[in-house]
């Protein structure tokens, strides 16, 4: 894996109908319908605006044995309508019926926490090497049966590993972590390659974007110690909606396609399933602007860990680096001065503007030949007057650099003057690479100045915004590199930039401003209109701060991905709601007309409502 250019991993092919997965073929873009499987009509509806949106594989939920037969007349209602586009087949606790599937559809998932292991009751049990080698005989007994049908139907298979839904079993021994996934991956995949089955595709997924993306890098590089190089699916799980669902997607997705990793991606979005895709098309195609780029010469720091990287130490000049939370940067050299009170910047660039002309509750960065010496204004020097910056005391002081500019003389200034922080900006179409490049550099020469990344972009829709954003600045946050972040936008409001940032803050797991919706992207389970329930969940309670609220269409993945929520909204049948708080079920199948109302009294009761 090379950091700073992009190479696109070798994978096996796969070959899910007459659309190939993996090799050299484009990276795929898939949905989920979120219709009952069991409504014909509906379903082939659906699948043609999710394929007419540009997807090139749709999955449909298969909960039981009735959904997978039925998958057969969704297949042939598309195929009358000349819809060739493969589908899927999503099974959990049900063997059977992906037995059933298998000869039906294109491609069956399962997942390894619900395929044989008992329903997680999250209990730890302890195992001999005995028993646990017994607990894999019984998966190979029954999932080699299933691999002899997909190979007799040549139907292709997803081991698709949750995060929220490992086994009791993997628990007990591994703990809730990337091991313990990649663990209940590999106990599967190696009896796919000792049964010489090669049309698999793996995905790691979770809700928390740096579990996600450090199971997947795990899986890889465990993979590569056993000579396999099977493809992989990548998506983050109960990413929500708006903008918030978008940059966690793109922070999770895109770190990894930064690395090479991933054929194909799901982006999943508390919305219509089509909606999904252009996100998903808009990703992938922003990750491919950096092949055939000029290559970026740079060297990968001794002992950096690509897996578990931790947050590189810096020191703490005023309230950046140090192990503080990242600030956010706002440029307001507009004079556009109106805030959003609920993301208000930590400091407001204001160019050569008068410091003085501004309240002192701002702190200000003021370009640096405009300066003056005031408790609120923080000087803004550029690589020529680096020496200048030496001479001017001042308790923060800020410098613009590029790669191009870390010269060995300037990295002497840095580590002297320990009041310096660098606004580090790229020249290069892969920003992500040059910034690494950057802060690698640093690493290798022992250099602990704090680094804040700017960006500028010129993005005419919001969403393209978004999705760059998560990816640029995302991928250096869950690399552990930055302090904090300055994001501006060519005709975007100020204020909506500070947003993004803070929500790639949030997505990051760096810094915590607003509730956090744990919110899946509702599928056949789902016996509620969850789009409708995610925005009066959102209504009543967003003004809260520091808490996280799930909700989930259903229980498969929902005690499990929203585990560190505090509050939890299940759908528990048809009209039916349960609610939660942290991994207790404190009120079982209340109406639905009611739940919203009892979640709010639920959190008063609980002393975390603040009006």
């Known amino acids: 894996m090379d950091l700073f250019n992009y190479t696109r991993r070798p994978a096996s092919v796969v070959q899910i109908g007459k659309i190939p997965l993996g090799g050299d073929y484009p990276i795929r873009i898939q949905s989920m319908a979120n219709v009952s499987t069991m409504d014909t009509e509906a379903s082939v509806q659906q699948a043609i605006r999710i394929i007419d949106a540009g997807a090139d594989y749709v999955r449909f939920t298969a909960q039981g044995e009735r959904e997978a037969r039925n998958l057969r007349n969704i297949r042939k209602g598309l195929d009358l309508q000349g819809y060739r586009t493969p589908l899927v087949a999503d099974i959990h606790f049900t063997p059977k019926a992906a037995d059933i599937a298998a000869e039906e559809v294109e491609k069956v998932r399962i997942n390894p926490g619900n395929y044989i292991d008992k329903v997680k009751t999250f209990n730890h049990q302890e195992y001999t090497e005995e028993e646990y080698a017994a607990e894999l005989q019984k998966i190979r007994e029954r999932f080699v049966p299933f691999l002899n049908i997909c190979k007799k139907n040549h139907t292709a298979i997803r081991i698709g590993v949750n995060h929220g839904s490992l086994s009791d079993r993997i628990m007990s021994r591994y703990g809730d972590t990337p091991e313990g996934m990649v663990a209940s991956c590999m106990e599967f995949l190696r009896i796919c390659r000792e049964e010489n089955f090669p049309d698999v595709v793996l995905s790691m997924k979770a809700s928390n974007t740096v579990v996600m993306v450090q199971s997947v890098r795990l899986l890889v590089q465990t993979m590569d110690a056993e000579g396999m190089h099977y493809p992989l699916h990548l998506g983050v799980t109960e990413a929500g909606d708006g903008e918030d669902g978008r940059i966690k997607s793109a922070i999770g997705i895109g770190a990894l396609l930064s690395d090479g990793i991933g054929d194909t991606i799901r982006v999943s979005l508390s919305e219509e399933p089509e909606a999904e895709v252009p996100v998903a098309r808009k990703l992938a195609d922003y990750i491919r602007t950096r092949e055939e780029l000029p290559k970026i010469v740079a060297t990968q720091a001794p002992g950096f860990d690509p897996i578990r990287p931790g947050r590189r130490k810096t020191r703490k000049v005023g309230i950046i680096g140090g192990g503080q939370v990242p600030v ?40 640096a030949s405009a300066w003056k010496a005031l408790p609120n204004a923080f000087p803004l020097f550029h690589t020529s007057e680096i020496e200048a910056m030496e001479k001017t005391p001042a308790p923060v002081k800020f410098i613009r650099l590029t790669y191009a500019d870390l010269s060995d003389s300037t990295l002497e200034i840095l580590k002297k003057d320990r009041t310096s922080v660098v606004l580090l900006t790229t020249s290069s179409s892969n920003r992500v690479g040059e910034a690494r490049a950057f802060m690698h550099r640093l690493l290798m020469t022992g250099c602990d100045v704090p680094v804040i990344l700017q960006h500028e972009y010129r993005e005419e829709d919001k969403e393209s915004l978004q999705i760059k954003a998560g990816v640029d600045y995302g991928t250096l946050f869950l690399d552990g590199f930055l302090d904090g972040v300055l994001l501006t936008n060519e005709g975007t409001e100020p204020k909506l930039t500070d947003n993004y940032s803070f929500a790639v803050l949030q997505a990051a797991r760096m810094r915590v401003s607003k509730t956090e919706y744990i919110s899946c992207p509702s599928c056949g389970r789902t016996l509620f209109n969850l789009q409708q329930t995610v925005f009066r969940v959102k209504e ?46 404190v009120l079982r199948n209340i109406p639905e007309e009611e739940a919203v109302e009892r979640l709010v009294q639920l959190i008063k009761e609980q002393g975390d409502w603040h009006d």
């Open 328 to 367: 956010v940067l706002s440029d307001r050299t507009s004079g556009d001065f109106v805030f959003d009170p609920t993301a208000n910047p930590d400091f407001l660039y204001i160019g050569l503007e008068d410091p003085e002309n501004l309240p002192d509750q701002f702190r200000l960065i003021v370009d």
């Open 540 to 585: 009543a309670t967003s003004h809260l701060k520091d808490l996280k609220i799930g909700i989930m269409g259903c229980i498969v993945n929902g005690i499990g991905e929203m585990a560190d929520a505090d509050y939890g909204y299940v759908g528990a049948g048809r009209g039916r709601i349960s609610l939660y708080k942290g991994k207790e079920c």
